[in-house]
């Protein structure tokens, strides 16, 4: 992976850590104690992190004494952007689905559209997955745990 | 010492205890069979199926999971050379070969019942040591309960391998993420930005069911394929007996590894993987014939299985006894009993003494059941592995929301699921050990109540975490547990220049 993309996020979560330890400073009493011992613990940590991620030989001693590794830490493999946006959007979809639908309803339709449209499966394998994994929640829980699945914000009061 | 463990094969041995251990050990050989998913997705996905149960039968339920998982994880690694968990690892080096040699029913016969005999030995330990580990609980007080928590912690960050620095940022993370809700210290709120959601803080088991099912479900999502990544599966698999004969004809070598995995699975962060390891090199050291160690030698098959399972019945008892995880395995477990009422703790094993025996009794008695099953379905654990992730994905995300608000009922819980899956492929991605903010969740209320308490015994004094003897000891062990990367690196560093210097 990019140098800087990792500065990029060993920065963001230093970043974190510092709005962390402020807000921490900002609670009453005995509460903070413990906050604000950690915020400063977190934010040296990052510090040490983001030096690690850089080119410098600082960077690269920092690097290879916390990983253990006289080579350093091992590089990881490339993964696309738009790949990871888009299971994030799935995963989002899901969640939203099921608020808003309901299990029963949302759970097939997402199912099937997962498999079709991001899985490239075919229809048909796409719509019995969808109704069995559907079935499977419908015996394991209203059936067999007696708890009444969800019916969504949409369908609550049908 | 036996009457509670009778107290707990009783409550086992009911019809509705050993259906859900068969049902533990079934779904703990297909998620161990399934690279990625593993004990800890598998006990996360099931917790709230057993938010109706009695505690002896999620405990019956787990034991199963956990007792299966390894020897499902090994089928797949010597059949497709792809460990399904990692402590399977070490058993690819023989086991594959053999199976490449024809012979690979010996070579799962050998896993089995290694497996199985360790997993007994494993938990015989525990049932032995409990007794000491009750009298020990006992001289402990805030300061030593804060410094373990601690030493947990430290112990598992250095544990991460090349992670150390990101495993103890993670385990901040996890801290921070512990101080959210209503602080009984201060009286008053932290953290909560005015959502009520997080008044009892941040609830565990859709945070663990995020992190660990969504997340690698996401993961999975993006690597795309069939899990195991490989189409070979043309070999037969007969000849398992004598691969149970080879186990008992080398028992020496089972007990070896199984006290090795015991001893290693109690040390927290160490893990399976480490005893797997361990095992084997002592085995090849150890035998006459080391050369073969590689080729197909079914001692490398025989002792890191033993080791495997048997590091389950030590990695349990810091995680009963002082409620501190040593794996993310035990930190999900630790979501099971803390669901169930069962406070992990210095009480745990005194107040509820049956029903930690009932989850003894299942872990021994899955370990022969697993071995049964997996040899009977060892073809249909390894076809498991092919099922392509986009079907397996939808699937494993829709049962992990269900789940995750069947708990309390809440719309929350299924968005916290959802920003806790996110979370947890980012933690992969960017190599921050999901496992120590986990355990950092676990035990952060565990350490500021203790700190809180030590420092009200002195009058606000650091000093008491420093003159206590156990205490002290308990520090030096961090000490040491944050040396060890350092360590590591010159041992490495001096491994490299030894290297250079024989080449020149």
């Known amino acids: 992976m990019a140098a800087g993309k990792q500065i990029f996020i060993s920065a963001l979560v230093l970043l974190g850590a510092l709005g962390f330890l402020a807000l921490g400073y900002e609670l009453p009493g005995k509460g903070r104690d413990v906050p604000v011992l950690v915020g400063w613990i977190a934010v040296g940590l990052c510090v040490l992190d983001v030096v690690a991620q850089t080119p410098t030989a600082a960077g690269r001693w920092i690097a290879a004494l916390l990983s253990g590794s006289a080579s350093g830490e091992p590089e990881d493999e490339p993964r696309g952007l738009s790949l990871e946006l888009k299971s994030f959007f799935w995963v989002l979809v899901a969640c939203a689905g099921v608020i808003v639908f309901g299990f029963l309803w949302a759970v097939p339709v997402y199912v099937f559209a997962y498999m079709t449209l991001h899985g490239r499966k075919p229809v048909v394998q796409s719509g019995l997955t969808a109704l069995g994994a559907t079935a499977f929640l419908w015996i394991a829980f209203e059936l067999l745990l007696e708890y009444e699945i969800y019916r969504g914000l949409l369908f609550s009061d049908l | ?504």
């Open chain 2, 1 to 504: 010492m036996f009457d509670p463990l009778i107290d707990g094969l009783v409550m086992i041995l009911h019809w509705k205890g050993m259906t859900m251990l068969a049902l533990g050990v079934l779904v703990g050989l297909v998620f161990g069979a399934i690279p990625g998913l593993g004990g800890s997705t598998a006990i996360a996905l099931f917790i709230p199926l057993t938010f109706d149960m009695k505690p002896e039968e999620a405990m019956a339920l787990a034991g199963g999971i956990m007792g299966a998982v390894s020897f499902g994880g090994s089928i797949t690694a010597v059949l497709l050379n792809t460990p399904g968990t990692a402590p399977s690892a070490a058993t690819c080096f023989d086991g594959y070969p053999m199976a490449q040699q024809g012979r690979a029913g010996a070579a799962i016969g050998a896993a089995g019942a290694a497996s199985s005999v360790g997993g007994i030995i494993g938990v015989l330990l525990l049932v032995a040591v409990i007794p000491i580990a009750k009298g020990v609980i006992l001289a402990f007080g805030p300061p030593e309960f804060f410094m373990l928590a601690i030493l947990g912690l430290a112990a598992i960050a250095a544990s991460t391998g090349g992670m150390f620095l990101r495993g103890l940022i993670a385990g901040a993370l996890g801290l921070v993420l512990a101080f959210v809700g209503y602080d009984s210290v201060s009286g008053g709120e932290r953290f909560m930005f005015g959502i009520d959601y997080f008044w009892d803080g941040i609830p565990l088991v859709p945070t663990l069911i995020g992190l660990f099912a969504v997340g690698e479900m996401i993961n999975l999502s993006i690597s795309g394929g069939t899990v195991a990544r490989t189409r070979e599966l043309d070999m037969k698999v007969s000849g398992a007996w004598e691969g149970v004969v080879a186990t008992f004809r080398e028992w020496a070598v089972v007990v070896r590894g199984s006290a090795l995995g015991a001893f290693i699975g109690a040390i927290p962060g160490v893990g399976g993987t480490v005893a797997g390891f361990l095992a084997y090199t002592t085995a090849m050291h150890s035998s006459k014939d080391p050369e073969s160690f590689g080729k197909g030698n079914i001692v490398g098959v025989i002792a890191p299985e033993a080791s495997n399972n048997a590091k389950d019945g030590g990695a349990l008892l810091p995680t009963l006894a002082f409620g501190i995880p040593g794996s993310a395995e035990m930190a999900v477990f630790l979501g099971l009993l803390i669901l169930h009422g069962l406070e992990p703790g210095p009480l745990l094993l005194i107040e509820h003494e049956a029903t930690i025996m009932s989850l003894i009794v299942s872990l021994t008695i899955s370990c022969i059941i697993a071995t049964v099953i997996g040899l009977l379905f060892t073809r249909w654990l390894s076809l498991v592995t092919m099922v392509d992730v986009h079907v397996l994905v939808p699937v494993v995300v829709a049962v992990a929301f269900m789940g995750s608000f069947a708990l309390h009922n809440k719309v929350g819980d299924v968005i916290l699921t959802a920003a806790f899956g996110i979370v947890g492929y980012l933690m992969i991605r960017f190599r921050y050990p999901r496992v120590t903010l986990v355990i950092a969740l676990v035990l952060g209320e565990l350490a500021e109540r203790s700190f809180h308490q030590a420092m009200n015994m002195t009058g606000g004094g650091w000093s008491i975490f420093f003159t206590r003897g156990i205490s002290l000891g308990i520090f030096v062990l961090i000490v040491v547990a944050l040396m060890i990367p350092a360590l590591r690196f010159v041992l490495d560093r001096r491994r490299r220049a030894a290297a250079a210097g024989g080449r020149s």
